[in-house]
């Protein structure tokens, strides 16, 4: 039954709010050589929290709208079919997505008590955004966007826990982090178009259509390390920073997996894992750009 539960939570999923953090919390160190340990393991368990309500909450409302049962299931995409198998019952999920929602409420109030008025706002921000991503926000095409501006919260968030600050730092940090979370979203939504389209879902894939759309898996990357050479040149980040392109020839060959395949779901799966890896491996980069000392 565990690993059922491990399984609609997207736990591997998990990393990007992890890393979120730790990019928030490596930023902190960086400039201050400083970490409040309390304070980031609350931030962990209350981001992870969040991130698995907002997973909790997007495969019950799928299954609601019949959307999971029209989708081809894939370890990248189409839900985790945990519904639609029966394993467990609806409403179980939304309850459980209910409970870690309440649970990072919970936690996000005592930084609201601590830290005072921005991390309610960022709070607030979460709160209405996991609630209503699965529905209105995905319905509005506006589901890539959101993503980006909740993984850029997480880390100026994180960092204005350790640090008391919000900075053009931490700022540029969280784009980078945003950016990165959209890609992986974005081309996720690829095999979903179908489904998604028929029950009234707005992707950026919807939008523009397949063929268009294969053009903007581009700008994702793009901005990410256009990030990180505007931070080192303008000394806002360290030189050590430039290490995020060690992951260029990765991004390469997924944009031109996903030119030559976005219309066949078996073969792009490769190229979704390899955008995953993609992006996990960058911002563990940019984190560790932060760690070394020269």
């Known amino acids: 039954m565990l690993s059922i539960w491990f399984r609609v939570i997207r736990v591997r999923f998990l990393l990007a709010s992890i890393i979120a953090v730790s ?117 509005s095409g506006l589901g890539e966007f959101f993503v980006a501006v909740k993984g850029s919260m997480i880390v100026i968030g994180t960092y204005f826990i350790q640090s008391g600050q919000i900075t053009i730092e931490s700022t540029l940090a969280g784009v980078l982090v945003g950016a990165l979370s959209s890609l992986v979203l974005f081309i996720a939504s690829f095999p979903d178009h179908d489904a998604d389209k028929s029950k009234g879902r707005k992707t950026l894939v919807i939008c523009v259509g397949k063929k268009k759309a294969i053009n903007f898996f581009w700008i994702f990357p793009l901005v990410s390390y256009a990030v990180v050479v505007i931070g080192v040149l303008a000394e806002l980040f360290p030189l050590t920073s430039f290490i995020v392109f060690l992951s260029l020839p990765l991004m390469i060959k997924s944009g031109l997996g996903l030119k030559k395949n976005y219309d066949s779901v078996d073969k792009l799966v490769p190229f979704m894992s390899l955008t995953l890896m993609y992006s996990r491996i960058t911002g563990l980069l940019f984190v560790v750009s932060f760690l070394i000392r020269i």
Request: glycine letters at 12%; hydrophobic letters at 50%; zero cysteines.
């Open 23 to 139: 990019v928030g919390l490596a930023l902190n160190w960086w400039q201050h050589s400083t970490i409040d340990y309390f304070t980031a393991v609350l931030t962990f368990a209350g981001v992870m929290a969040l991130h698995a309500s907002v997973d909790l909450l997007n495969d019950f409302w799928d299954f609601k709208r019949g959307i999971d049962t029209k989708t081809p299931k894939t370890k990248m995409s189409g839900g985790t079919g945990v519904l639609p198998e029966g394993l467990l019952q609806p409403s179980s999920v939304y309850r459980a997505g209910i409970a870690f929602l309440i649970i990072g409420t919970i936690i996000g109030g005592y930084f609201v008590v601590t830290d005072g008025i921005t991390i309610a706002i960022i709070l607030g921000f979460a709160i209405l955004s996991i609630y209503f991503y699965s529905t209105k926000i995905v319905d």
